[in-house]
């Protein structure tokens, strides 16, 4: 899911040669040992950081909306839009094995569409260039709570309006046309296929995709009761602890999900890509938010809804990763999004042990 904006996770850092990689890797993992997290007053959630075996956690806040239960780190939260990357993984591994391609046309895997649909390219709908619509209205999301799996819910895409492709339209119809390609290519349900090809490869033991009872409630009103227990489905809402994100994101860095050329071609970003005023698009590649500064590159996404507020940030050439879970929706002085890059940037400098890495800051002017 999307915040008002793009809700892209990105920002700055990768490659030299590998050993070069590897050395950084191994100064950056022992600067965040022995340090702590010192999280932003009022964040109510969880932040995991660091590049080795196992990450810095912090916590903040109460799990439930009555402020009785205080989360720790073992407490699961809505990744919200977050999840989108597994699902373009999903397809990279697909790829990897020949099944399909990026520029494939989507009628090639995907039954029954309409012909402008079925013309489509795979790439086109992971990059958000499909022309297909944000799908959140309160009507998608009763049909989401309900859907058996991902290609139950195409028919209600093909119901929605859609402009012509091209231009940048952050879009989670798209990716539920991904997950039903995901689910018809695989013989799987999504839901099956992140628990088996996404999950357990990470090193992440299976608790259920979905909300349950243990897990952080939304906090701020109904809405975020109900965003935060939305099920997970190809375009977001899976549930995962901070340090099981984490953990997602070392086992992409070190390739275990996909190979590291698969990985550099989802993350070339089009810089041509424009928004549909004409004004640049975000730094975007395929399913996933990308930064480039220097030579190095970063790669994350973020998401947000009442009562939602998370994001990840994967430094490709130290493997560092830094994850923010919120059960609450950020604002200017505590949002996910900016404090994984914070957090990040600060590892990155390094520490003494014992020292915290803050994440503490004024709020911004002008807003989000």
């Known amino acids: 899911m999307q915040r008002l904006g793009t809700g892209l996770a990105v920002l700055a850092m990768v490659a030299g040669a590998e050993a070069a990689g590897a050395q950084a890797a191994g100064a950056q993992a022992a600067a965040v040992q022995g340090c702590r997290i010192d999280l932003p007053a009022g964040f109510s959630g969880a932040a995991a950081l660091g590049g080795g075996e196992a990450p810095v956690v912090a916590t903040a806040g109460f799990r439930d909306a009555a402020g009785k239960v205080r989360i720790d780190p073992d407490t699961r939260l809505n990744l919200g839009s977050v999840n989108k990357m597994m699902t373009a993984i999903a397809v990279g591994q697909l790829v990897e094995e020949g099944r399909l391609g990026f520029d494939d046309p989507v009628g090639r895997h995907l039954p029954g569409l309409p012909d402008d649909i079925a013309a489509l390219r795979v790439r086109d709908l992971l990059s958000h260039r499909a022309g297909l619509p944000l799908f959140l209205r309160p009507q998608v999301l009763d049909a989401v709570a309900k859907a058996p799996d991902a290609r139950a819910l195409v028919p209600l895409v093909l119901a929605e309006p859609r402009e012509a492709p091209g231009p940048f339209r952050y879009s989670n119809a798209g990716f539920v046309l991904v997950g039903a390609m995901v689910e018809e290519l ?183």
């Open 186 to 368: 695989s013989g799987l349900s999504y839901g099956r296929y992140l628990e088996t090809r996404i999950l357990r490869p990470a090193g992440i033991a299976s608790r259920g995709l979905a909300w349950r009872e243990g897990d952080a409630e939304g906090r701020g009103g109904a809405d975020a009761e109900a965003f935060a227990r939305l099920p997970a489905w190809p375009a977001g809402s899976l549930m995962l602890s901070a340090p099981d994100l984490w953990r997602f994101g070392r086992a992409l860095a070190e390739g275990r999900l996909v190979s590291r050329p698969t990985l550099e071609a989802m993350t070339r970003v089009d810089r041509t890509a424009r928004e549909p005023d004409g004004s640049p698009a975000p730094g975007y590649g395929l399913g996933m938010g990308v930064t480039d500064r220097n030579g190095r590159r970063v790669v994350g996404h973020s998401g947000g809804a009442a009562g939602v507020d998370a994001s990840i940030r994967i430094a490709l050439d130290t493997g560092a990763v830094a994850v923010a879970l919120q059960n609450q929706e950020g604002t200017n002085a505590r949002d996910a999004h900016d404090l994984t890059r914070e957090l990040l940037l600060l590892a990155e400098a390094g520490c003494a042990p014992g020292q915290p890495i803050s994440a503490a800051r004024p709020p911004r002017p002008g807003g989000r």
